[in-house]
């Protein structure tokens, strides 16, 4: 499987080597505390249809990539699991202050959150490398391949950055489609609504047959793979394209056109 003209001349993958770096705090009392009290109620409110549970490994390091729709989604999966999930989120739900701050904070400890800057450059290295310092713990990871939640409905093209992280780590990836969880808490709403969600789980997905984490072909073929995936899951329309804004202004657009880059 080959991707577009951008992908094809790609750059190396920066050096996320985690030597050096300290390993990921894993959840703790709060992610126990949470998870006991909110599964439960998540749910007997919303009562969602669970199909595939079976699908993800019990132990050692599995990536759970899944398409992305809504605020609630990094609620919802780790929720439904049948074991502890960790995934990015926003650093600035841990650094409010006051009551608010400490409210937010304990809320996304609780449900496995661990918080990342974003953005591109050293912001995306980062977030790479705590997502690779979480699987080396032999842990369970969930990402959004897509980047960002889609406001159509539809499903965008993959970032190559899973695919990167599962062959320099070994993890599997099991392909997640969840279907309605934008009627939740849809786009610009405050509070959640009371509505049935599927959360779908696929088989694993070894993907060393791809190649090296070094080759962008390797990349991208295993990004396909897993996009496909979750495409037969979730039946959503294709886009076709990466989700993302446009350039901020001209300068940015000729720079696009003449350096293509891989999305990561």
């Known amino acids: 499987m080959t991707g577009s003209k951008e992908d094809s001349q790609d750059a190396p993958p920066v ?3 985690a030597e050096g770096s300290e390993p990921t705090k894993r959840p703790g009392f709060v992610y126990f505390l949470g998870y006991g009290i909110m599964a439960p109620v998540a749910r007997l409110v919303f009562r969602p249809t669970i199909t595939g549970r079976d699908n993800i490994p019990r132990i050692g390091r599995v990536i759970l990539a899944s398409n992305h729709l809504s605020f609630i989604d990094s609620i919802v999966i780790p929720l439904v699991a049948p074991r502890r999930v960790q995934f990015l989120a926003k650093s600035t739900y841990f650094t409010g202050t006051g009551f608010k701050g400490f409210a937010s904070r304990t809320f996304f400890t609780s449900i496995g959150a661990v918080g990342v800057e974003r953005g591109a ?8 490398d705590a997502g690779r310092n979480i699987l080396e713990s032999d842990s369970a990871f969930a990402i959004y391949p897509e980047g960002t939640r889609s406001l159509d409905g539809r499903l965008y093209k993959g970032r190559t950055g899973v695919a990167w992280l599962a062959l320099i780590t070994g993890a599997v990836v099991v392909p997640v489609g969840l279907i309605g969880t934008q009627e939740i808490q849809p786009v610009g709403a405050k509070f959640p609504r009371i509505r049935k969600i599927t959360v779908a789980f696929g088989e694993p997905l070894d993907l060393s047959r791809h190649g090296s984490a070094e080759s962008g072909k390797a990349r991208r073929g295993a990004t396909d793979e897993i996009m496909a995936a979750i495409h037969a899951l979730s ?9 993302e804004s446009p350039p901020a202004g001209t300068l940015q657009k000729l720079a696009d056109r003449v350096f293509p880059r891989e999305r990561v």
Do not use: I, P
């Open 121 to 128: 450059g050293q912001a995306a290295q980062d977030a790479l």
């Open 15 to 17: 050096d996320l080597s």
């Open 235 to 243: 039946h959503q329309e294709l886009a076709g394209k990466y989700n």
